[in-house]
């Protein structure tokens, strides 16, 4: 019986937690929780380059931001928002990281239209917003009128049913200690409601 239960914690030691599904819809996702260690995996940077995110992350405090793309409207509004707060957040020791599913050419667009001061990474295939617990399919509606109206060239996955479809995070911001340790996150299903930049910022004074 010992035995049994010697190789079930072994099973379960050494199965990847992060590993994640991408869930149905935006409301039924299983974000990643307070106190939570965030994952480990490869990450794509705005130069094309690899990186495991520990590395990346290097051991300092940081503000991850997930959001849909270049081509969103209230992305473009955060991402703005947050710049206004990123000198302070850099004075409080925060790192301050936006993660989307644009392609490498099109997050240098956006540091450059933007006049971005901090980083964003390509999670083009949704790995990064999966392992977070973040990532949905969108509707066949949706789907369609995105790729159409967008012009977007993401790869398309196959949900419960069989159907190809874009897949999406929900907009969330995350702070993260030295220790990879979730300290605060903020998720919610409605893209066009993201977390005030002030409240973010009080947060990080907290921490």
């Known amino acids: ?104 050419r099109d997050l240098q667009k956006s540091v450059a239209e933007h006049e971005l001061g901090y980083e964003l990474i390509s999670d083009y295939y949704s790995t990064l917003s999966q392992a977070f617990g973040l990532a949905f399919f969108t509707d066949e509606k949706t789907t369609k009128r995105y790729l159409s109206r967008m012009n977007l060239s993401n790869p398309l996955q196959v949900n419960g049913a069989g159907e190809k479809r874009l897949v999406l995070p929900v907009p969330a911001i995350y702070v993260v200690d030295e220790k990879g340790l979730v300290q605060f996150n903020y998720v919610n299903p409605n893209f066009k409601v993201r977390l005030n930049e002030e409240v973010l910022l009080k947060v990080a004074e907290t921490l």
């Open 1 to 104: 019986m010992k035995k049994i239960v010697f190789l079930l914690a072994v099973m379960l030691l050494s199965f990847p937690l992060f590993a994640k599904t991408i869930s149905e819809n935006a409301e039924r996702v299983s974000p990643l929780l307070n106190g939570q260690t965030i994952p480990d995996i490869d990450i794509t940077k705005a130069d094309g380059s690899s990186e495991r995110l520990s590395k990346y992350l290097d051991g300092e405090k940081t503000v991850l931001f997930f959001y849909r793309g270049g081509w969103c409207p209230f992305c473009n509004t955060q991402m703005g928002q947050l710049k206004k707060i990123e000198p302070k957040l850099k004075a409080l020791g925060f790192k301050l990281v936006g993660v989307s599913t644009d392609s490498p």
